[in-house]
């Protein structure tokens, strides 16, 4: 079993900035790709940005140029630098680990959450 804990989420003003951290624990795995998501009100969850295993990153054409995911594979934590945020940026964003565990295959784990919002 492999647990997600997100961290860093808040309150900040247009154009701020926040860096969201995302740890996973567990024993016996390997994690593969590492990304956000979020989901607004009323809205589907979309895919923010992803990172895999060698490093190689992409992003959802809102965020291009704002956010840049990155990864601590020592800690098995991914991180969200948030820039020139927006009200569109408002969200609850989750973390998404895939895990391979070996015998027993690989899987997705996802976090609790962590509540951004961009409000003046």
């Known amino acids: 079993q492999v647990e997600v804990v997100e961290s860093g989420g808040g309150l900040v003003q247009p154009g701020g900035s926040l860096r969201l951290s995302c740890a996973a624990s567990?024993?016996?795995?390997?994690?593969?790709?590492m990304a956000w998501y979020r989901q607004a009100p009323g809205k589907q969850r979309e895919l923010v940005a992803a990172i895999n295993s060698r490093g190689s990153t992409n992003y959802a054409d809102s965020v291009k140029g704002r956010f840049t995911i990155s990864r601590d594979n020592g800690k098995n934590t991914v991180y969200l630098e948030m820039n020139s945020l927006k009200p569109e940026d408002t969200a609850v964003y989750y973390c998404?680990?895939?895990?391979?565990?070996?015998?027993?295959?690989?899987?997705?784990?996802w976090g609790q959450g962590t509540q951004v919002t961009v409000s003046s």
């Open positions: 567990g024993t016996s795995f390997v994690i593969n790709a």
């Open positions: 998404n680990v895939q895990a391979y565990l070996g015998l027993r295959g690989t899987f997705d784990y």
